[in-house]
């Protein structure tokens, strides 16, 4: 979960019923959450890390996770963001990708344990300012990735 500068509430969670990544927005702490898919592919979503950015006047969330279905591959470091925030959008419905979410894999030459996948926004680095930057553990020791947009 995280807050932004506008005191919004955002929080991606794994809802082990169906394997599904989801995502919760709530305008203030009274309001009723809008919960979204983001990814369903498989088993998807576990060891969560959400941040988000403000960009063009809006705050996007960042989504990290470990990708389970694919353990023990380089294939499980995933990280997922919303396309347009002028309103919360599913990702998928009916298992099908809406284009509304971007659902990345993050490809490793090492192979990722199953921990924690860590993002961050920096905003004040020359080299990686406004760029989703991934930490994680993996079977050759700490790595991190960034995302090139």
């Known amino acids: 979960m995280c807050v932004d500068k506008k005191g919004r509430i955002h929080i991606a969670y794994y809802n082990s ?30 060891n969560i890390t959400i941040n988000v950015k403000e960009e063009n006047g809006k705050y996007v969330p960042y989504i990290s996770y470990f990708f389970s279905s ?5 294939s499980t470091v995933r990280i997922a963001w919303q396309n347009d925030m002028t309103s ?3 990702g998928v419905v009916n298992d099908r990708f809406t284009g509304a979410w971007k659902c990345m894999t ?3 030459e090492n192979v990722p344990v199953d921990g924690i996948i860590c993002n961050g926004l920096p905003t004040t680095s020359d ?3 406004d760029t989703p ?6 079977d050759r020791g700490y790595e991190k990735a960034y995302i090139k947009k």
């Not at 019923?17 to 576990?46: C, E, F, I």
């Not at 694919?70 to 380089?74: A, I, K, L, M």
């Open 17 to 46: 019923g169906k394997g599904d990544l989801k995502y919760a927005y709530l305008s203030n702490y009274k309001a009723a959450p809008d919960v979204r898919t983001v990814d369903s592919y498989l088993s998807t979503g576990t």
């Open 133 to 138: 930057v991934l930490g994680y553990m993996s």
């Open 127 to 129: 080299t990686y300012k």
């Open 88 to 90: 919360v959008k599913d």
């Open 106 to 108: 993050i490809p490793t």
């Open 70 to 74: 694919f353990t023990q591959t380089p």
